[in-house]
Structures are given as C-alpha cells and as structure tokens.
C-alpha cells in the first residue's frame, strides 16, 4: 500500500500566517502593538516550547495571568486564524490519490488537541 505522509504546520496549512495574525490582535489587546516582530522571533516558529514563551510573554509585558493560562493561549487561540491556501488543496488531489490507493497521513509535532483543532478548522479531519 503506498503510503503519502503530509507534513501540518507550514505545509497544508500556514501555521505562521496564523500565529502572525493571531499575535497581532493579542498584542494589540495587552498595548503592545509594535512588537509583532519579536514574537514572531521568539515563537521560532512554533518550536520554541508554549511554556518558555508564556514566561517570556508574562516577564516582557508583565501579565498577571498564569503561565498554564497562557500556554493553553498560545496553543489554542491562533487555531481561529487557521486556513487551507487554494494552492494546496489544488495541488492535492485527495479523492484521486486514495482512489489510487494511496494512505495519506498527517504527521505532526504538535499536541493532539492542538493539531486536531487545526484539522477541524481546515477540513483536513473529513479525510480520515
């Protein structure tokens, strides 16, 4: 059975395209509008662990929110921000390539809640 695995974030989705404008209204809300460019930084896109970011984010705009409260956040609330480009689903034939018989799989770092929140959001789940 060939197998087709299909990288998430950054790959069918933009994930840093979500975040981007997901930081921005958060920024925007806590004052600090003008520093989009250093929490993209220091996301790393995505890599850089919810809980260092969260104690960076309390620390730099001294939040009063818990660290816990602010991962959750930062793991779930860009998921709203979350799209499929045209491109992508273009240049992905599903229906054709499992009509072929082909096994398409999502591979992902992230958490399960997090990742299957950002299926939902896109459609991606409705291919299992």
């Known amino acids: 059975m060939p197998l087709l695995l ?15 404008l997901w930081a921005n209204e958060f920024l925007s809300t806590i ?16 890599y850089t662990p919810r809980s260092s970011l969260a104690q960076q984010l309390r620390r730099r705009y001294q939040l009063s929110c818990s660290v816990p409260a602010l991962v959750e956040v930062l793991l779930m ?9 045209d491109a992508v689903l273009d240049n992905l034939d599903v229906a054709r390539a499992r009509a072929r018989g082909w096994k398409l799989v999502v ?16 459609g991606w789940s409705t291919y299992r």
Do not use: C, P, S
């Not at 004052?31 to 995505?46: F, I, K, P, T």
């Not at 609330?77 to 480009?85: A, D, F, G, I």
């Not at 591979?107 to 896109?122: I, P």
């Open 31 to 46: 004052g600090a509008a003008g520093d989009l460019a250093w929490l993209m930084e220091a996301d790393a896109d995505g």
């Open 6 to 20: 299909l990288d998430l974030d950054n790959t069918l989705i933009d994930r840093n395209a979500a975040f981007r």
């Open 77 to 85: 609330q860009h998921v709203n921000y979350v799209t499929v480009e």
């Open 107 to 122: 591979v992902t770092n992230g958490t399960v809640r997090q990742q299957e929140a950002k299926l939902a959001a896109t």
